[in-house]
C-alpha cells in the first residue's frame, strides 16, 4: 500500500473537524481539533471530505462510527482518542492523536488501521502497537503509522476487538517520546455497524 494512494482513498473518512488531514492535504501538518472529537456531538468535517460531511451512524464506547459518500462511493470509519497520552520529556506539546480504522468497499479495502500521531514523526523511524500481548510493526510517514505487514492486519484487527487497549509509542521528528493508549471498548461494536453500513 503506497503512502499516495492511502492519502487519496482515505480521504473521506479519517477526519475530525477542521484538523485531522491524512486526506486532500495529502501529508501536511495536521491542526488542533476539539478535544471532543470522538463524542456524537462532534462532527467530522465535510472540508476534509470532498465536502461531504461524515454522518456519525452509531457512538460505542469510546469509538465514533462514521460514514460517507464522496464522489459516490461509500466510505465508513471507526475513531477514537487516546485514552490517555504521555510524552518524554514531559508535556510537550502536540496536536490531538486518533485511531482510525476505515473500509472502502470500492477499493476492496476492508477494516485498516491507522494512527494520526498529533505531531510530525522522526523520519524513517518506526513504531509499534501492542495490543492484546501481541506487537504490531507500523512504518511511519509524515504524522501517520499503518501496519508494516498488511498481512497481519486482519490479525491485529481481531486483537483489538478482544483486547481492552492498544499502545503505540512514537518518536517525533524533535526526538520527543510519546506513548497513547487507546482503549478499544466499544470499537467491535463500531467495526460491526460500518461493516453493515459499507458491506463488501
Known sequence: ???????????????VCTAVS???AQGSAPKAAPKSAAKPESKPSAAMTGGVEPTLIGQFGTWGAYAATPNGKKVCFALAKPSSSKTNPANRPRDPA?????TRPAEKVFNEVSIMIGYFLKPGSE??????????????????LWIKNAAEEERM????????????????????????VFSL????????RIGQDCRR
Open 1 to 15: 500500500m503506497s503512502f499516495r494512494r492511502f492519502l487519496t482513498a482515505l480521504s473521506a473518512g479519517v477526519l
Open 22 to 24: 491524512f486526506a486532500w
Open 157 to 180: 484487527v481481531e486483537a483489538m476487538r478482544r483486547s481492552a487497549d492498544a499502545v503505540i509509542k512514537g518518536v517525533s521528528a524533535k526526538g520527543t517520546e510519546t506513548t497513547d
Open 127 to 144: 513504531s509499534t502497537l501492542e495490543v492484546g500481548g501481541a506487537s504490531f510493526a507500523m512504518y511511519t510517514q509524515g504524522d501517520g
Open 98 to 102: 486518533y485511531a482510525f480504522v476505515s
Open 185 to 192: 471498548k466499544g470499537l467491535s461494536q463500531a467495526l460491526d
